[in-house]
């Protein structure tokens, strides 16, 4: 079992005498020379705002649940992560409040694009074919209802914005910003990616809906960074639940989304405190994914 010191909440983090990077609306960055220190904190964002409440366990799925793709996938991409257990040097005062929720990463140059992958059609995907008949300027089939399964999985691009949401753009927009040499890199492994990481899932009842994927470059080489097929960044469904033409339930924050929706917040700052039982459903989700996805419980 972990030991009570993994099990705190941790909503921000504070080591003196590292140099902190930046804080996320999840993650608070450190910089250790050529490499960074990547810790996720217990914060849910909703609506673009960091929530005063956290929620326990959560940073710690995010970073296990991520180690365990990145290792799994490792043959379609090289990862970032260089060490992500037994922090010793001038990370060993910080060992107990980084255990379970840390990777130490080599830094590259961020790739400005969202590589997302489609695979079912919903959200941001589901409103632009209402409107357009496309996703990404990508023609869809007549007549899809809401969570139907697309034909095939789907590249679908978003601009990084750092406050405010993600532009969903085309792929020759994409190549327009990038090249197409890197545009074509991009998608061919992001789908590579989705492919393998929806076989093994949905072998343990999960569907992956659709997620996101960010990389770095490293040189000329292709670098998968930040995090990996997490609750946070992809849709993740329970298979024997799943009932096309109308939204689904999920593993991921939706839970709170639903709440924050009931009692009529207006999604502006600053968010409102969520209750207990909000707060322990959440965290249920989370490790509920954790335990699916892996075969294993989080402790």
């Not at 030991?3 to 930046?22: C, E, H, W, Y």
């Not at 910080?94 to 961020?110: E, I, K, N, Q």
């Not at 999604?267 to 490790?287: H, I, N, Q, W």
Request: net charge neutral; proline share 8%; charged share 25%.
């Amino acid at each position: 079992m972990a030991s009570p010191q993994m099990n705190a909440v941790i909503s921000q983090t504070d080591f003196p005498g590292l140099k902190l990077r930046g804080r996320g609306k999840v993650r608070d960055i450190y910089e250790l020379g050529d490499r960074l220190l990547v810790v996720a904190t217990d914060r849910l964002s909703a609506f673009d705002v960091v929530l005063p409440t956290p929620i326990p366990d959560k940073g710690r799925v995010l970073t296990q649940l991520s180690l365990f793709w990145f290792e799994k996938l490792a043959s379609v991409v090289p990862h970032h992560v260089i060490q992500a257990s037994n922090f010793g040097g001038q990370l060993a005062p910080y060992a107990s409040a980084l255990a379970g929720r840390a990777m130490l990463v080599r830094r590259t140059d961020p790739v400005p694009i969202e590589c997302v992958v489609r695979g079912y059609i919903s959200g941001s995907g589901w409103k632009d074919y209402q409107r357009t008949g496309a996703i990404c300027g990508i023609p869809l089939p007549k007549g899809l209802r809401e969570s139907d399964r697309l034909p095939e999985p789907i590249f679908t691009p978003s601009t990084k914005a750092t406050t405010g949401h993600d532009e969903n753009i085309s792929f020759e927009e994409t190549v327009s910003r990038i090249g197409r040499p890197l545009a074509e890199r991009l998608r061919d492994t992001s789908l590579a990616l989705y492919r393998q990481a929806s076989e093994h899932a949905a072998a343990r009842g999960i569907i992956i809906a659709d997620t996101k994927f960010e990389f770095g470059l490293l040189g000329s080489d292709l670098i998968w960074i930040d995090e990996a097929l997490t609750p946070d960044s992809s849709r993740f469904w329970p298979a024997d639940l799943y009932s096309p033409g109308q939204a689904q339930p999920s593993f991921d924050k939706q839970y709170v989304r639903d709440y924050l929706e009931r009692i009529g917040w207006d999604k502006r700052p600053p968010g409102p405190a969520l209750p207990a039982d909000v707060v322990a459903a959440t965290r249920d989700k989370y490790r509920d994914s954790y335990q699916r996805i892996t075969g294993q419980a989080l402790d």
